[in-house]
């Protein structure tokens, strides 16, 4: 197909669920997150008292039993019932009924999923059990569960949708890259509407200890788990590990008029880049993540004064924050230093290949809301960092479009631009 000839559909999105950190549902995240309530604490999924890192964005108080089955769980890995919960959410939220859907309605409705780990933890968990002696307790599914793929069909199999299911997994920009496709299939008339997301599941002892030993996470902060996550800080150390879901249906505009769907906004731009400098550093110029945002802006027809708010990628270590910094003057020029943005991860931790849906769930809400979340921990901002990030309190915004932001490992970079409808 030509896509320069062809009619480009309009994409809104309709339903919206979450699994947070610092809130379980959609509300009681955008309430905390507006809020600039923590989600961070010291790790009870073990005992994190041998390692040098004892916090993360850990979502608690989370009743697995309600969405995945207890004799299942044993099959299935942590990031199975985050992602039923937040996109059963999801598509209750957009008034979609399953049950009575026919088989041929149910083959319109494809499943996109970004992860970055996957059923990483639950391999781990197999290797513990198989190594202590204990390979009985093994799951008969290690294999299809270790397999990244199987998660989005788990998602499938609870909604009997039975159009394409499918995973993206490109680090930290997985969620990112998995809108911005599904946005494709509908603009471009392959799919009438999608669900879409990302879900990420890594606190567990050997991955955390994997991030450790790259001197990535944050260990200062152990007595003081909410203050550890801290963009654009001159004192910043390292991220914290996150976890959590946060899912989308995604629509054709006219389709979801028909059937009388609110709409919470509209995804008129992605693009998606690498660097092909380094596994996991940034090259210092930051031209390529400024180009990504450039392209993004592009594909929504729309020049970089008329954003109103930047949802950065945000992670709280010294080299990402100082290049996306660099990136986003790159990119807006002297708009960049009136653009308002915030960092999520402050408040969340880094859920990994999920980070980029938690960013478009939080600028849709903040577009909803004429309401920008603030970056927390911000006490002493770096000089290089020189941004307006809404430090400590929300802010009052009124933004037609706005730009979330995603870097990944590999030297990946990707960006949706959103629209309020």
Not at 107 to 125: A, K, M, N
Not at 192 to 213: C, K, N, S, Y
């Amino acid at each position: 197909m030509d896509t320069r000839s062809a009619v480009k559909l309009r994409v809104v999105v309709t339903g919206m669920g979450a699994v947070s950190p610092n809130g379980i549902g959609r509300e009681a995240f955008w309430n905390a997150t507006r809020r600039g309530q923590s989600g961070i604490r010291r790790i009870s999924r073990f005992d994190p008292s041998s390692h040098k890192v004892q916090i993360a964005g850990e979502v608690t108080d989370f009743d697995e039993s309600l969405f995945v089955a207890p004799k299942e769980r044993q099959h299935v890995s942590r990031a199975v019932p985050l992602a039923v919960a937040a996109s059963r959410e999801a598509v209750a939220d957009a008034g979609i009924e399953p049950k009575r859907m026919s088989r041929e309605q149910l083959r319109t409705i494809g499943v996109l999923i970004g992860s970055g780990g996957g059923s990483q933890e639950f391999t781990e968990e197999q290797y513990r059990l198989y190594y202590r002696g204990l390979e009985k307790q093994c799951s008969v599914y290690a294999v299809p569960t270790g397999t990244i793929g199987t998660l989005a069909s788990e998602v499938s199999m609870r909604f009997g949708f039975r159009g394409p299911s499918h995973i993206i997994s490109t680090g930290c920009t997985s969620s990112t890259d998995a809108l911005g496709n599904a946005f494709h299939n509908i603009q471009w008339g392959i799919s009438p509407w999608m669900l879409a997301g990302g879900v990420d599941a890594p606190i567990a002892p050997l991955i955390v200890r994997g991030f450790t030993l790259m001197r990535i996470l944050t260990s200062h902060w152990n007595q003081e788990p909410t203050r550890g996550s801290r963009p654009f800080s001159r004192d910043r150390s390292g991220f914290v590990l996150g976890e959590g879901a946060w899912f989308f249906v995604l629509e054709e505009m006219e389709h979801a008029r028909a059937r009388g769907a609110k709409i919470y906004g509209e995804i008129v731009g992605y693009a998606s880049t690498c660097e092909a400098y380094h596994r996991v550093r940034l090259e210092e110029c930051g031209e390529e993540p400024a180009h990504t945002m450039t392209l993004a802006m592009e594909e929504a027809g729309i020049g970089p004064e008329q954003i109103g708010y930047i949802n950065y990628h945000g992670t709280a270590t010294d080299l990402n924050d100082r290049i996306e910094t660099r990136a986003t003057r790159l990119a807006f020029k002297r708009h960049a230093f009136r653009v308002p943005g915030s960092a999520l991860k402050s408040l969340i931790g880094h859920p990994q290949g999920a980070c980029g849906a938690a960013g478009v769930a939080a600028t849709l809400l903040a577009m909803r809301d004429g309401v920008a979340p603030p970056t927390i921990n911000l006490d002493d901002p770096d000089p290089e960092c020189d941004l307006d990030y809404i430090p400590d309190e929300a802010r009052q915004i009124d933004c037609e479009y706005a730009l979330a932001n995603c870097i990944a490992f590999g030297s990946k970079n990707s960006a949706l631009v959103l629209r309020k409808t």
